[in-house]
Structures are given as C-alpha cells and as structure tokens.
C-alpha cells in the first residue's frame, strides 16, 4: 500500500512540477485551471521562481498578474517586499493589484502587513473599498491561509 502511494505522489510530482522557473512561468500562463489553483504552476516551482515572479510583476500589463503577486507572498519571500510595498503605494495600480499587494505582504511578514493594514483601513469606503476591506481582513484574520505546496501538487480545489 505504501509502495503505491508513493508511486502515485511521485507520478503527480513528475507531471505537475516545473523543471525551471521559466518553465514554470510558461504553465502559469498557458494554465486554465480553477482560479484558486492559478498559481499552482508557481507555487510547485518553489522560491527559485521568486526573482522572475519579481521582475515580471514590475510589469503593469504582465498577464494573470493578481496571481503572480499572490503566489509571491504564498512562497514568503521577503526579497519581494520592495515591489509589493510599491504596487500598494502607487495610486496609478488598479486596486485590484495593490489589495493583492497587501494581502501578500501581510502573507510574508504579518507585522508589516497589520501596519499597513492599519494605515489602509482608514481610507473611505467610496476612495479604496477593496483597500478597506482587505485591510480589515488582514487585521481580523492574522495568520492568514496560505496555499500548500502539498495542495498544489495534489490539484486540491477548494
């Protein structure tokens, strides 16, 4: 039984996983999954895809760039705080991308993430109601739910 479990993870393990992450950056693209596993292609590729995920998420036009940000603070690096801190301070970032920014900081170091959370839950409703409520998300909800490797690599939709 234990045998034909581990064929069986090592089966989805070798048709899942990405060889490089430009690879994985290619199926994330290319990927019509279920939305909660969008990132999955860069979530099975690890920290080693965090510099190309950085580098194209500068890129305001770059393609499912939502989950691009998420699957950052999914893998808690904190090399990305820098570009995540300036999607959420650019008032020119759809709202969208800089809720998603915070939402990842907080994801990476929850202190940082409740301080902004602070700050941002003062906007008004009518100016940032994606700020707001993700602000109060983040300060109601510490630790937040993060997506697993394991779920990742085992297709789990939610």
């Given amino acids: 039984m234990v045998l034909l479990i581990s064929i069986f993870l090592m089966s989805l393990y070798w048709q899942r996983t990405p060889y490089s992450p430009e690879n994985a950056l290619e ?3 290319s990927y019509n999954g279920a939305e909660d596993e969008l ?22 036009n770059m393609p499912k760039r ?36 915070l939402l990842a900081i ?14 941002y839950s003062k906007e008004t409703e009518e100016k940032m109601t994606c700020l707001s409520k993700t602000s109060q998300e983040i300060l109601t909800r510490i630790p937040l739910e993060k997506r697993t490797y394991w779920e990742a690599l085992l297709g789990r939709h939610q």
């Fill in 27 to 29: 199926i994330f693209y």
């Fill in 106 to 119: 907080a994801m990476i170091n929850s202190k940082r993430g409740y301080s902004l959370a602070k700050r």
């Fill in 66 to 101: 939502r989950y691009a940000i998420l699957a950052v603070g999914h893998l808690g690096d904190s090399s990305s705080l820098p570009i995540l801190e300036k999607i959420l301070t650019d008032s020119s970032e759809n709202n969208y991308f800089r809720c998603d920014a």
């Fill in 39 to 60: 990132m999955d292609p860069l979530l099975l590729a690890g920290r080693k895809v965090i510099p190309l995920l950085i580098e194209q998420i500068k890129h305001q």
